[in-house]
C-alpha cells in the first residue's frame, strides 16, 4: 500500500479547532505535525528531525520505538489484544509480580488503569476505605490529574479550569527552597513547610484526613526538588497524624530522577503509589499499588476495562527488564549530572537563566524575562527557537517559565552536550 500523505499542520488546525474539545493545547506558534520517531528523535511531515528531549512528558525512557519493545507489543497485538478482568489472563499477573520486584519497602500490590489521573483517583478512594476518612491534603504546584478529583488535587492555576472542585482537599506550600514560600534560607527555615502541614490538619480540616498526596519532585510545578529533610520528616508528621502518604510517581518513576523511584532517594517507603506514563513504553497505562494491608481493605469488586489488557502489560513487562537490565537508573543519574554541570556553567554566562535544579534526567531550567518580555514570553521564545533549530524541549512551573529537559533515558552524552550546545546558541540569540 502506498504511504499516505501526511496532511501537514495548518490541516491538522482546522480539524483540531473544529473537531476537539478546545481545551486540548498543544505547544508552539509554529507547530509542526510529527509523524514518525525513532530512539532520541521524532521527524515531522516536511522531513526535519528533532531531539525529543521532553520524551512525550516523561513516557519515552527507552527513546521512541524502542525495537525489543515494538516486538514485544506487536507479538502481543497478533496474538491476544483484549479481554478485560473479567478473564484471566497471564501478561496482568506477570507485570504485577514484575512491579512488585521494584517497587519500594513492603508495597508488593496493584491495580492497573489508563492514565495517571485514573491511578490518583483510585488511589483516593483506598485511602478512604483504609482509613475511613475522606479529607486529603496536596501541594500547593502540584498536578495529579484531568478528572474532577485530580483536578481538585492540583494546586497549579494553569491546570485547575474547575470552578467548582471538589470539597475536603487542602493545599499546602510546597518544599520549594529556591522560592521558599516563608521567605527563609534553606539552614536557617526549621523547616516551616513541614509546620505548614500539621497547622494545615489542625486549622482547615476535621483533624483526621486520609492522605497527603505527593509528586516526590513536581514536574508540572517547575522540577522542584525538596531538601533532603523534607519527605523523613514528613512522614513522621502524617505517622502521628494516622495519615497515608501518596506517592504520585506518574511522571518520576522508572528511572527518571536516577531512582527507580524518586521516593528512594531519601529511603522513603510510601504507602501507596501512583504510576503510569514511562510503564507502558508509549502505550496507556496507570496503576496504584500498595501493602498487603492497605489492600486488605478494598475487596468489593473492581474493574477497569482496560487495565493490565495484554498489550500494555506486554509492554510493561519488557520495559521493566530493560530497565532492570541495562541499569538504566543509573545511567540516568549519571547523565542528569553532566547535563546539570553543562546547564549551570550555561548559567554562569548568560543572566537569562536564574536557576539549574533537578534529579537525574528531570531537569528544570528557570528563565527569567527581560526589559521587553516577561518571563513566561521569554521562555516561549526559547522553546520555539529550539524546535526550529530541532530540538524539543519542555515548559513548566507556576509561571510557566521553566524549561524541562526529560529526554530518553538511552540517550547518548554526546546527544545531550549537542543540545546543550544549540539551546546556548539559542540563548545568544535572545
Ligand atoms: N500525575 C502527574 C505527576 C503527572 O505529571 C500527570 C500528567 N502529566 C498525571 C498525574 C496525570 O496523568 P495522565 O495524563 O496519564 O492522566
Known sequence: MPERKPIGPDAILVKK????????????????????????????????????????????????????LVEAICKQVETLQH?????????????????AGVLPGEVCRTFFCSSGSEANEGAALLATLHTGRDEFLAFQHGLHGRTKLGM?????????????PVGGITHVPPPDC???PFGQTYGDCRFQCVSAVETAITTATSGKPAAMFVEPIQGNGGITVPPPEYFPKLREL??????????????TGFGRTGKLFAMNHWNIVPDIVTGGKALGGGTPIGFFSTTDDIAASYTRPGASTFGGNPVTAQAGL?????????????????????????????????????????LG????????????????????????????????????????????WMPPLTSESEELLEAAAAFENVLQTL
Open 83 to 99: 479481554t478485560t478482568t473479567i478473564y484471566l489472563t497471564e501478561p496482568i499477573v506477570n507485570l504485577a509480580e514484575a512491579l
Open 152 to 164: 481538585s488535587l492540583t494546586g497549579l492555576a494553569f491546570w485547575r479550569t474547575d470552578p467548582h
Open 318 to 358: 519488557k520495559f521493566l527488564e530493560i530497565l532492570r537490565r541495562d541499569s538504566l537508573a543509573e545511567r540516568s543519574a549519571t547523565l542528569g549530572h553532566q547535563l546539570q554541570n553543562r546547564l549551570k556553567e550555561l548559567m554562569q554566562k548568560h543572566d537569562v537563566i536564574t536557576d539549574v535544579r533537578g
Open 178 to 180: 529556591p522560592h521558599c
Open 238 to 251: 502524617l505517622d502521628r497524624h494516622e495519615m497515608l502518604l501518596i506517592a504520585d510517581e506518574v511522571q
Open 361 to 404: 534526567l528531570m531537569v528544570g531550567v528557570e528563565i527569567t524575562g527581560g526589559s521587553s518580555l516577561s518571563p513566561a514570553e521569554c521562555t516561549d521564545r526559547i522553546l520555539e527557537r529550539m524546535k526550529n533549530a530541532g530540538y524539543l524541549l519542555g515548559k513548566t512551573g507556576p509561571g510557566r517559565n521553566v524549561l524541562t
Open 17 to 68: 479547532r473544529r473537531y476537539l474539545i478546545p481545551c486540548t493545547y498543544h505547544f508552539y506558534k509554529d507547530a509542526p505535525q510529527i509523524v514518525r520517531g525513532q530512539g532520541v528523535y521524532v521527524h515531522d511531515s516536511q522531513g526535519k528531525r528533532y531531539m525529543d528531549l521532553y520524551s512525550g512528558v516523561s513516557v519515552h525512557a527507552l527513546g521512541h520505538c524502542y525495537p525489543e
